[in-house]
Every structure is written in C-alpha cells, then in structure tokens.
C-alpha cells in the first residue's frame, strides 16, 4: 500500500526517513529526510513532510500528527497520524494509508510482520541513541528494511548511514536501481 503524507506519496519500496530532533528551518534538513517534527507547518515547503505533536486550527493541519490521543485530529483534518494503537485511529477515521504504527525502538520479528502483513506501514525508532557507529543497529535496519518498515526515526547525525542502508537493502530487493554499481575486474 502507498504511504500519503499530504501530497507526497510513498511507494512500498520507499521507506522514509523521520527526524526527530528539533530543527529551526529549512537549513536544518539534512539531505534524505521524508518527515520532521515541527510546529511550523510552512516547513512542507522544503520538501518533508511535516509532523506535529498538539493540534493546530484547520487551516494549519499538519501532514501527519502524533500521538494516539491525536487520532480524532488528525481523522477530522484528513491528515496522517503516527501511533501505537492502529485499532483507535482506524475507527476514529484515520486513512489507512496515511497511519503509521510506532512499534518502538527494538520490535520483534513477528510484531513487524504482524502490522506491516495487515498493509499498513510501520515505524521503528533508531533516536534512543547513535546508530552510525553500531554495526549491529546498522545490520538491524536492513532487516527491519527488508521486513517492510516504512518509516525510521533518527536524529540528525545519524541520517546518512541509515538512508545508505535503506537504499542498499531497496537496491538488492529490487525496488530500485544501486546509486552506484561497479563490475569486479580481474
């Protein structure tokens, strides 16, 4: 299923990048970013989608809102909504295809499966602490990539290595070409 995030639209072999950290303006999106956090909606002009915590008027709705106490919100002004109980936000109007489910930062194998098998996308969180110098968090990722986690929230720092890893793992599945392929020569 598409993921809908306003008027950007996510394929299946698209995951996205959220960054959790504050950021100030436009400057302060690193390359690679899909999702802030702001609560300046005029951000979705740079290019991300842009998420908020508390409820704005109408005529500011944000992409996507966040926090399950946020799905009636989010039902009313059409938008997307990033939570833990998919079975709230569904009966209280979220689009499926604009839900995310927060599944935590170290989710199980079947948990993952479990959403991502009922067709909607899932989020897993990597902002708890730094994951460009992990190899296994790095190793994790691929996996969680390859199981069909759509969204990964990151801090700044960390946003190169984890979309280098998701566009490999896109690569090698075949949802996209490599950035850069090279033949071995003898």
């Given at each position: 299923?598409?993921?809908?995030?306003?008027?950007?639209?996510?394929?299946?072999?698209?995951?996205?990048?959220?960054?959790?950290?504050?950021?100030?303006?436009?400057?302060?999106?690193?390359?690679?970013?899909?999702?802030?956090?702001?609560?300046?909606?005029?951000?979705?002009e740079a290019g991300p989608a842009v998420a908020m915590t508390v409820p704005v008027p109408a005529y500011a709705a944000p992409?996507?809102?966040v926090g399950d106490e946020l799905a009636e919100e989010a039902a009313r002004a059409g938008s997307g909504l990033i939570c833990r109980d998919p079975q709230r936000?569904?009966?209280?109007?979220?689009?499926p295809d604009g839900l995310i489910?927060?599944?935590?930062?170290?989710?199980?194998?079947?948990?993952?499966?479990?959403i991502a098998g009922?067709?909607?996308?899932?989020?897993?969180?990597?902002?708890?602490?730094?994951?460009?110098?992990?190899?296994?968090?790095?190793a994790a990722i691929s996996v969680h990539a390859w199981l069909g986690v759509r969204v990964f929230a990151v801090t700044a720092p960390d946003v190169p290595a984890v979309r280098q890893v998701l566009d490999m793992v896109a690569a090698i599945k075949g949802d996209r070409p490599p950035k850069l392929s090279r033949r071995g020569l003898a």
């Open positions: 299923m598409q993921l809908r995030l306003a008027s950007r639209v996510l394929g299946a072999g698209d995951p996205a990048i959220w960054l959790t950290g504050p950021i100030d303006g436009a400057e302060d999106i690193p390359e690679g970013v899909d999702i802030v956090t702001s609560t300046r909606p005029e951000l979705a992409d996507l809102y936000a569904l009966k209280a109007g979220v689009r489910v927060d599944v935590g930062p170290r989710p199980s194998v079947r948990r993952i499966e479990e009922d067709g909607l996308a899932v989020l897993v969180r990597l902002d708890d602490e730094p994951v460009r110098e992990d190899p296994g968090r790095l």
